[in-house]
């Protein structure tokens, strides 16, 4: 069983659909994290959860809404979405924030995510 | 303003060569610096991490980094490429109050038979 897991693997939207994208970790971790890679653009941090309390959100558009149940548990819901949100989307988790003990993100293998 | 650049969109070389791949950083602290790789079809993978003492870095897979103050550059290297290495390479820095990793734009490494 891999260390952070995502589901769907892939995913295809219209703009009106209502959709939700998975992260399970099972390390442990009290930090999960929605980054967003698309083509030709740096890694976007989307959002952090720490302790399961949203400690940034990095202007991302309200189309995009998390959730984090629990510190092993977040899910990125759609909703209404338009084509240039079609990109990659990736979660992390880490056992406390970047520079910290370990300084260590794990990366599940993505969701890719196309909206027609 | 980014915080990490990396200037070299794609980089080929053969099996067997030495490789480097450059990666500067604007930050007025010593920031906590990475490098990440990500094969295809994966997600990104740590290599090695700098956050303070000797600035030569070992990771795993035979990577090694370097990191200069006075260049504000932090590149990473390997003596002799293999096949298996060819992936998309990310330089990432730990910046600000918010401890926020911000990722380089990455390099693409084509290793030729």
């Known amino acids: 069983e891999t260390g952070v897991t995502q589901t769907p693997r892939h995913l295809v939207m219209g703009m009106t659909n209502k959709k939700s994208l998975k992260c399970e970790q099972h390390?442990?971790?009290?930090?999960m994290y929605w980054y967003k890679q698309s083509a030709k653009k740096p890694l976007e941090l989307m959002f952090v959860?720490?302790?399961?309390?949203?400690?940034e959100n990095n202007s991302v558009p309200s189309r995009f809404s998390p959730e984090c149940p629990n510190s092993s548990h977040l899910f990125l819901h759609l909703h209404t979405l338009q084509p240039e949100d079609s990109a990659l989307y990736l979660c992390?988790?880490?056992?406390?924030?970047?520079?910290?003990?370990?300084?260590?993100?794990?990366f599940g293998e993505g969701s890719r995510l196309t909206v027609l | 303003a980014q915080s990490v650049t990396q200037p070299d969109i794609h980089i080929t070389v053969s099996e067997g060569a030495s490789l480097e791949l450059r990666c500067n950083y604007s930050y007025g602290a010593t920031p906590y610096l990475f490098w990440y790789v990500q094969s295809p079809g994966q997600g990104l993978q740590l290599l090695l991490k700098y956050f303070s003492g000797d600035t030569l870095v070992q990771g795993i897979k035979g990577f090694e980094a370097e990191f200069k103050r006075s260049q504000s550059s932090f590149n990473l290297r390997k003596p002799s490429v293999h096949w298996s290495d060819a992936a998309e390479y990310f330089c990432a820095v730990v910046r600000g109050s918010a401890r926020q990793l911000t990722f380089g734009s990455g390099t693409q490494l084509t290793v030729l038979p």
């Open positions: 390390l442990g971790h009290n930090a």
């Open positions: 959860y720490s302790l399961e309390e949203r400690v």
């Open positions: 992390a988790s880490s056992q406390g924030r970047p520079g910290g003990n370990t300084g260590e993100l794990f």
